[in-house]
């Protein structure tokens, strides 16, 4: 059969979990393929709020398997934590949930040399997580990691603490920091009681098997493309690939294989933490935006930078991905705006261009507004894109034009059923 794509095309926080938990009943499988625990997939189902940090998105939904696929990284405490919220809520899952054995795990020495590193930057914080993702993607690249196949052998115990060891070693390079080894071990190694017990899988033949017996394959992306290792804001980005090409190297899985590619991005712009973000509304425009949205990290609680809509910026994501359908979340958070700037051109080098320079950290440039009237309208009830005031539809349209790239969805509103399909 074959795999659909979904993914951010900003620096993550564009709706990716409640897009994909809308449109999961149309799969047999939705499967994550990179990322770990830095990610937060919210979704809002009758009032209640659940956010996933590991697990697919796919979970709420009867009969549908989700798989942890060989290129996220585990913390086995966080995964314990969201299974006790499944558990809690009456989510049936064990049957339904898998984990790739080569997927890899996020050790407390992990989290502690991450702590430590973010820590001796100072002002030049990258803004991590502090979830371990980094060391353990190194761990990954340097060929000492540990996976999670690795639990169930003999030798296990002599791999950790042959890791940990080498942990202490790069420590010795950081200011000290306070950090209890001892009882977050205790918690790591109990909560791999719980990991164990979640089925465990050869993620690369599992996912090709399903496809070859016509199963519907979704996968679901982390984090945004603009924050991809090789492709994003270096070094403001995270330690894996976000992008279309993740997918393979994330799944196992061949690039003829893929099929759709949707991209999700918000009606405007946010970023967590530090590094480059050119439309970028540091005022009381992003202030306004930030309450209607309630833009803060839904991992760290972080407050979220708010700014306009970057045409250059989702331009790129839809070329590097091979994007065939946007899709356009909380357009509700402009409702009140008078007036919606669009960023169009990015000026630098003496020339208007829709084109990224190089390095977005260190190049001077100016940005090209266009601006839109608002609608100065409330979109709640609106289940149609005929029903949408004509100044949203104008938008919308000025948008689709600017991309050359198919609006499929426009979401009005947190709730699952706020969603406008075209």
């Given at each position: 059969?074959?795999?659909?794509v979904?993914?951010g095309?900003?620096?993550?926080?564009?709706?990716?979990?409640?897009?994909?938990?809308?449109?999961?009943d149309?799969?047999?499988?939705?499967?994550?393929?990179?990322?770990?625990?830095?990610?937060?997939?919210?979704?809002?189902?009758?009032?209640n709020?659940?956010?996933?940090?590991?697990?697919?998105?796919?979970?709420?939904?009867?009969?549908?398997?989700?798989?942890?696929?060989?290129?996220?990284?585990?913390?086995?405490?966080?995964?314990?934590?969201?299974?006790?919220?499944?558990?809690?809520?009456?989510?049936?899952?064990?049957?339904?949930?898998?984990?790739?054995?080569k997927?890899?795990?996020?050790?407390?020495?992990?989290?502690w040399?991450?702590?430590?590193?973010?820590?001796?930057?100072?002002?030049?914080?990258?803004?991590?997580?502090?979830?371990?993702?980094g060391p353990?993607?190194?761990?990954?690249?340097?060929?000492?990691?540990?996976?999670?196949?690795?639990?169930?052998?003999?030798?296990?115990?002599?791999?950790y603490?042959?890791l940990?060891?080498?942990?202490?070693?790069?420590?010795?390079?950081?200011?000290?920091?306070?950090?209890?080894?001892?009882?977050?071990?205790?918690k790591?190694?109990?909560?791999?009681?719980?990991?164990?017990?979640?089925?465990?899988?050869n993620?690369?033949?599992?996912?090709?098997?399903?496809?070859?017996?016509r199963?519907?394959?979704?996968?679901?992306g982390?984090?945004?493309?603009?924050l991809?290792?090789d492709?994003?804001?270096y070094?403001?980005?995270?330690?894996?690939?976000?992008?279309?090409a993740?997918?393979?190297?994330?799944?196992?899985?061949?690039?003829?294989?893929?099929n759709?590619?949707?991209?999700?991005?918000?009606?405007?712009?946010?970023?967590?933490?530090s590094?480059?973000?050119?439309?970028?509304?540091?005022n009381?425009?992003?202030?306004?935006?930030?309450?209607?949205?309630?833009e803060?990290?839904?991992t760290?609680?972080?407050?979220?930078?708010?700014?306009?809509?970057?045409?250059?910026?989702?331009?790129?994501?839809?070329?590097?991905?091979?994007?065939t359908?946007?899709?356009?979340?909380?357009?509700?958070?402009?409702?009140?705006?008078?007036?919606?700037?669009?960023?169009?051109t990015?000026?630098?080098d003496?020339i208007?261009?829709?084109?990224?320079?190089?390095?977005?950290c260190?190049?001077?440039?100016q940005?090209?507004?266009?601006?839109?009237?608002?609608?100065?309208?409330?979109?709640?009830?609106i289940?149609?894109?005929?029903?949408?005031?004509?100044?949203?539809?104008?938008?919308?349209?000025?948008?689709?034009?600017?991309?050359?790239?198919?609006?499929?969805?426009?979401?009005?509103?947190?709730?699952?059923?706020?969603?406008?399909?075209?």
């Open positions: 059969m074959y795999i659909d979904l993914l095309l900003q620096w993550g926080d564009e709706g990716k979990g409640k897009v994909v938990d809308y449109i999961a149309q799969y047999d499988i939705v499967a994550r393929f990179q990322g770990g625990p830095n990610a937060g997939h919210t979704i809002r189902i009758n009032d709020k659940y956010v996933l940090h590991t697990i697919p998105s796919g979970v709420f939904r009867p009969n549908i398997l989700n798989l942890i696929g060989s290129g996220v990284v585990i913390d086995p405490i966080t995964f314990e934590r969201e299974l006790t919220t499944l558990d809690k809520e009456g989510i049936a899952y064990r049957e339904r949930l898998l984990i790739s054995k997927a890899h795990l996020i050790l407390p020495s992990h989290r040399l991450d702590a430590a590193s973010e820590a001796s930057k100072g002002k030049e914080k990258i803004g991590s997580t502090l979830k371990g993702i353990t993607y190194m761990d990954k690249t340097g060929r000492n990691g540990l996976r999670v196949g690795d639990i169930f052998t003999n030798d296990f115990h002599k791999k603490n042959a940990v060891e080498k942990h202490r070693g790069l420590l010795r390079q950081f200011p000290e920091i306070e950090f209890d080894l001892n009882a977050e071990e205790e790591w190694f109990a909560s791999l009681e719980t990991l164990k017990s979640i089925k465990t899988v993620g690369e033949y599992f996912i090709n098997q399903a496809l070859t017996d199963k519907k394959v979704l996968a679901e982390a984090q945004g493309s603009m991809d290792i492709y994003g804001t070094p403001y980005v995270t330690s894996s690939n976000t992008i279309t993740g997918v393979c190297s994330g799944l196992g899985i061949a690039p003829s294989k893929i759709e590619v949707i991209g999700i991005a918000k009606a405007y712009c946010t970023r967590v933490g590094g480059p973000f050119p439309t970028e509304q540091d009381e425009t992003g202030e306004k935006m930030r309450a209607i949205g309630h803060f990290g839904a760290t609680g972080r407050p979220r930078r708010c700014g306009w809509i970057d045409l250059p910026q989702l331009l790129y994501t839809i070329m590097i991905n091979g994007v359908q946007v899709i356009i979340t909380k357009l509700d958070v402009l409702n009140d705006f008078d007036e919606i700037w669009a960023g169009e990015y000026q630098y003496g208007a261009t829709t084109e990224l320079p190089f390095d977005l260190t190049t001077e440039m940005i090209n507004y266009t601006h839109h009237p608002g609608w100065n309208q409330d979109l709640q009830g289940n149609s894109f005929h029903q949408l005031p004509d100044k949203a539809k104008t938008y919308l349209t000025y948008l689709e034009n600017q991309l050359k790239t198919k609006i499929s969805m426009i979401s009005t509103g947190p709730e699952r059923s706020e969603l406008i399909v075209r």
